[in-house]
């Protein structure tokens, strides 16, 4: 075996491939206020991992969840309205990747504010929300954000899609 092969054996075996999508969970609770809810994320693989959960700002003052997805369901109506996280738009200052670090078992759990989210879809329903369910997409990193970052692109990252249970909100009722 050539020195070369040897190396990109040994780079192989050192990054490995992400656990399959199914290895990782995400369970919704009612949170401390009415107006909060507490996603978890499991790694329940044997083997480590990373999330991209969405960008840090201002060398991590400001965290904003741009791959979750919240999948709102309204009393009497069979449609799905998507909310997603309406952070800063005027960022001035430094944007990293916002990754957590998932061991084999561990888990992560992260309050959402539903202030925080808004509407994506076309048609907006008044009635008032009956069922919350978040959907979480990994996703590799492609592009650096900063110079100084430049290793990222091979974290073992986990890809896919998981959706977490659906809460109903009178399950919360304070």
């Not at 400001?62 to 791959?67: I, K, T, V």
Request: net charge neutral; hydrophobic share 40%.
């Amino acid at each position: 075996m050539t020195s070369g092969a040897s190396l990109l054996l040994a780079l192989t075996l050192v990054q490995g491939s992400a656990p399959p999508p199914e290895a990782l969970s995400i369970v919704l609770s009612c949170g401390e206020q009415s107006s909060e809810v507490t996603l978890t994320i499991r790694n329940a693989d044997q083997t480590d991992t990373a999330v991209l959960i969405g960008i840090a700002l201002a060398n991590g003052r400001w965290y904003q969840p741009r791959e979750l997805v919240m999948e709102l369901r309204r009393t009497g109506s069979p449609e799905v309205e998507d909310l997603s996280y309406n952070g800063a738009t005027n960022i001035a200052g430094r944007i990293d990747h916002w990754v957590i670090a998932l061991p084999a078992g561990a888990t992560y759990a992260l309050t959402l504010r539903a202030a925080e989210f808004v509407s994506t879809s076309a048609t907006r329903a008044v009635a008032p929300p009956e069922k919350l369910r978040v959907r979480l997409t990994g996703r590799p990193i492609t592009s650096d954000l900063n110079v100084d970052m430049a290793g990222m692109k091979a974290w073992r990252l986990w890809t896919g899609s998981v959706s977490s249970n659906a809460l109903r909100f009178s399950d919360c009722s304070n």
